[in-house]
């Protein structure tokens, strides 16, 4: 099974201040099967990026992800209010076929 | 747009069956596969398994022997059955839809999500 680790699990910022999250596999991912999500308490999930680093529609351009083999990364530019949540990483492929990492939550300051 | 809804008891005896549906509407639920994701609390995202609209199915080996998914395409509904539960199945069950861009394979969009309480 690939485990992901996201680091930090919690990140205490300020709006306007830049989020850098991690997101590190036990096992090489491809990067066509790596996504994010942002999830907010009573809301589902939203997909955020796909392929590691291709926004979802209707997805703001602060949002980045980047990274290859067992590291990735999620950037937030410049956060905005609504985007104190937490978010998970999620892989494709392995066995089980899908799998989360524990999720960061992104808190304000 | 798709829009999916969980329903189904809140509260389940320990070693009886969980039984969820999930109503799709905006869409029909033909051409995708359907799946179904919990979150214990406190804990990650677990993936539990997926249906295709043709009855196809794959379930994650560590609930495979307790869990059986269906689809009803006359409804635009799909369900899972997850049996001998127990305290550890305590989680909120959400219902998505697997989507393919390019070629990721991800959870989008999801339901609300329901809370399944296993206790006596």
């Known amino acids: ?109 | 747009q798709v829009q999916l809804q969980e329903s189904g008891p809140g509260l389940v005896k320990p070693s009886e069956t969980l039984s969820l549906t999930c109503t799709v509407s905006g869409g029909s639920i033909t051409s995708y596969y359907w799946s179904w994701v919990r979150q214990p609390p406190g804990k990650r995202l677990e993936y539990i398994g997926y249906v295709y609209y043709s009855g196809t199915t794959d379930y994650n080996s560590s609930l495979k022997s307790r869990v059986t998914m269906s689809v009803d395409t006359s409804k635009n509904q799909f369900s899972l059955k997850l049996n001998s539960v127990t305290a550890a199945d305590t989680a909120v069950y959400y219902c998505a839809r697997i989507s393919r861009y390019d070629v990721s394979k991800v959870f989008d969009p999801w339901g609300q999500g329901t809370l399944v309480t296993v206790s006596s």
């Open chain 1, 1 to 109: 099974e690939i485990v992901l680790t996201q680091s930090p699990r919690t990140l205490s910022l300020s709006p306007g201040e830049r989020a850098t999250l991690s997101c590190r596999a036990t096992q090489s991912v491809s990067s066509s099967y790596l996504a994010w999500y942002q999830h907010k308490p009573g809301q589902p999930p939203r997909l955020l990026i796909y392929g590691a680093s291709t926004r979802a529609a209707g997805i703001p351009d602060r949002f980045s992800g980047s990274g290859s083999g067992t590291d990735f990364t999620l950037t937030i530019s410049s956060l905005e209010p609504e985007d104190f949540a937490v978010y998970y990483c999620q892989q494709f492929g392995g066995s089980p076929t899908w799998t989360f990492g524990q999720g960061t939550k992104v808190e304000i300051k």
